[in-house]
């Protein structure tokens, strides 16, 4: 099994940009799929962006473009690369890992869970 920390997250200004990271301990790293999720106040936990253990990506629609994820496996982490900040991004971000997902954006494939890390963005 592995499990996810998350780091980076911080207030700034629309526009801004951010890196979170995800490190991941545990064995065998590289055969998890891994994904980032985010939680704003009063809403229900949403998908963000995922990577493959092959490295192909998916993105939510709402980020598309804005956001980029990656891994660098032998450091057992997961980077998400957050540009042109918006204040809807505000959310607490939460990275998780997954093996043999059949849809990759949807959360209950993902069975390891880190504790988030907050991301505010203002106006």
């Known amino acids: 099994q592995v499990q996810p920390v998350e780091s980076g997250g911080e207030s700034v200004q629309a526009g801004a940009s951010l890196r979170l990271s995800c490190a991941a301990s545990?064995?065998?790293?590289?055969?998890?799929?891994m994904g980032w999720f985010r939680q704003a106040p009063g809403e229900e936990r949403g998908f963000v962006a995922a990577i493959t253990r092959m490295g192909a990506t998916a993105y939510a629609n709402s980020v598309k473009g804005r956001f980029s994820i990656s891994r660098d496996n032998a450091k057992n982490t997961v980077y998400l690369q957050m540009n042109s900040l918006k204040p809807d991004d505000t959310a607490v971000y939460y990275c998780?890992?997954?093996?043999?997902?059949?849809?990759?954006?949807?959360?209950?494939?993902?069975?390891?869970w880190g504790q988030g890390t907050q991301v505010t963005v203002s106006s």
């Open positions: 998780a890992a997954q093996r043999g997902a059949v849809d990759i954006t949807t959360l209950r494939q993902y069975r390891y």
């Open positions: 545990g064995r065998a790293f590289s055969t998890y799929g």
